[in-house]
């Protein structure tokens, strides 16, 4: 055939290696692994938390109390943002600018004070129309019995009154506390256009 020849090297000539330690060494790769598999630390996962999305965030997601800082980037110097003292740990953490979250607060401040202002209709217009059944009743039983029914409605009217004095209360604090809110809100702001 030709000048070269070629011939395959026998097992036992040149690789004198026990079969039994090589799959030894296999074996203690994997279980290497599956060691360093179990040690590693998953990160953790904390579940969505409402308190954090809207409005002024009362908790942090990893738990902490959120606080003000100052941003000091070059697009956004001096703006407040509310953040975690936990931020440099590594973990998922709220963030959220400042003048957004007194925004979204305020407008639910209003949302819940228009509720509270439809209630208030709604419960004047049923006194209304309680105080027209005790009426179209106390006319007829004053024909058959005139102190009884008169007490009786006197009692429901009185009653009526002093829950609308309470639930006006009630709406005026939730309106002064949104006007106060509004006021600290055009100070911010006039304070930030000022700097």
């Not at 179990?38 to 969505?48: K, L």
């Amino acid at each position: 055939m030709g000048r070269y020849s070629y011939s395959q090297p026998s097992s036992s000539q040149e690789y004198d290696v026990d079969i039994t330690s090589l799959l030894q060494a296999e074996a203690d790769i994997y279980g290497e692994e599956v060691q360093s598999s179990r040690q590693i630390v998953e990160p953790v996962q904390y579940p969505p938390n409402p308190e954090c999305d809207d409005g002024i965030p009362k908790i942090c997601y990893s738990g902490g109390e959120p606080v003000v800082a100052i941003a000091n980037r070059s697009t956004d110097v001096g703006r407040r943002y509310f953040t975690c003292p936990n931020v440099d740990d590594g973990d998922c953490h709220i963030w959220k600018w400042w003048d957004v979250a007194v925004t979204e607060e305020l407008c639910d401040y209003q949302r819940q004070l228009r509720e509270i202002k439809d209630q208030a209709n709604e419960s004047v217009e049923k006194l209304v129309k309680v105080e027209k059944t005790v009426e179209e009743l106390a006319k007829k039983k004053s024909v058959q019995g005139a102190g009884y029914p008169l007490v009786v409605s006197v009692f429901v009217i009185v009653l009526l009154i002093i829950c609308m004095v309470f639930l006006m209360k009630w709406v005026e604090e939730k309106d002064n506390v949104l006007t106060e809110s509004l006021e600290e809100l055009r100070r911010m702001k006039n304070r930030m256009s000022d700097l």
